[in-house]
């Protein structure tokens, strides 16, 4: 398949991102802009709503940065339109999206992580944000594994992207250190792939066999409770967080909000893997 399917979709990306992404996709395209050049865009963005939060102040500042993060997302969405309807989707592209957006959140928390720095000593600041950074990782990753897994039961879509072991160390190469250092992430994404999802490629109910519908629907439902780890949800915590002047409150809210949720979803996952065919 293309694109996820709507049934996982937050709503987030059906009503506030996908249709403005569709649109300036359409206009990229037209003017001959590739999908790597819409990542960097993206990144770009993300770097100016950094900017915003570490060096702006007040209501202004908060306003700016959510808007360069909303146009984030809205590239970012457009750069795979972009790659799939000029047909140049490939694993290379796949990296360069990758580590945009990693590298763009984490000038996020490198702003955050200043502005906390002003607000209590270094060193405590300083744990705290590489904490969250860390556990965002994990988080997003997690996510992510939740959305392949679906996609490759329910739909058949290749396990782990277009990205095999092999691709990783050849096409990140193209990419200098940052390449590097992204199949350094994608090898922890693999990890943990494996570890949330062992029998990812054949456990439970196949698409016509007795019993999918009802697991199809308790997988989709999986999906949308592991949403809480998603790139959407922080972006809207960063805001509000920024809004109220306290970038502890975001930290916080990853260390402490988010995986809570995670023990909670491993726990009504345990109690439903009857239904769910062991995922």
């Known amino acids: ?108 928390y490198v702003a955050l992580g200043l502005l906390l720095a002003r607000q209590m000593p270094l060193w405590p600041a300083a744990a705290i944000t590489i904490a969250a950074a860390l556990f965002h990782i994990i988080q997003a990753n997690i996510y992510e594994t939740r959305r392949r897994v679906y996609c490759h039961r329910v739909y058949g879509a290749p396990w782990g992207g277009s990205l095999g072991g092999d691709d990783i160390d050849r096409v990140s190469a193209r990419a200098g250190a940052a390449g590097g250092a992204f199949a350094l992430l994608t090898r922890v994404f693999l990890a943990i792939s494996r570890r949330f999802s062992p029998a990812a490629a054949t ?24 949403a809480v780890c998603s790139q959407n949800v922080k972006t809207v915590a960063v805001g509000l967080a920024m809004l109220a002047g306290c970038p502890l409150c975001y930290f916080l809210f990853v260390l402490v909000v988010v995986n809570a949720s995670i023990a909670i979803a491993l726990l009504a996952q345990r109690r439903a893997s009857a239904v769910s065919g062991g995922l």
């Open 1 to 108: 398949m293309t694109s996820r399917p709507p049934e996982i979709e937050q709503w987030t990306n059906t009503a506030l991102i996908h249709p403005v992404s569709q649109w300036l996709a359409d206009r990229f395209i037209a003017v001959g802009l590739t999908a790597n050049m819409v990542s960097v865009m993206g990144f770009l963005a993300m770097a100016c709503a950094a900017s915003a939060f570490a060096f702006g102040s007040g209501l202004a500042a908060a306003v700016t940065g959510i808007a360069f993060m909303w146009l984030a997302h809205v590239l970012d969405g457009a750069d795979g339109k972009v790659a799939r309807a000029s047909r140049t989707a490939s694993a290379y592209g796949e990296i360069v999206d990758g580590i945009c957006d990693y590298g763009g959140y984490a000038l996020i």
């Open 203 to 226: 456990a439970g109910p196949r698409p016509g066999d007795p019993g999918f519908a009802a697991c199809k629907q308790a997988m989709s439902r999986d999906v949308k409770i592991w």
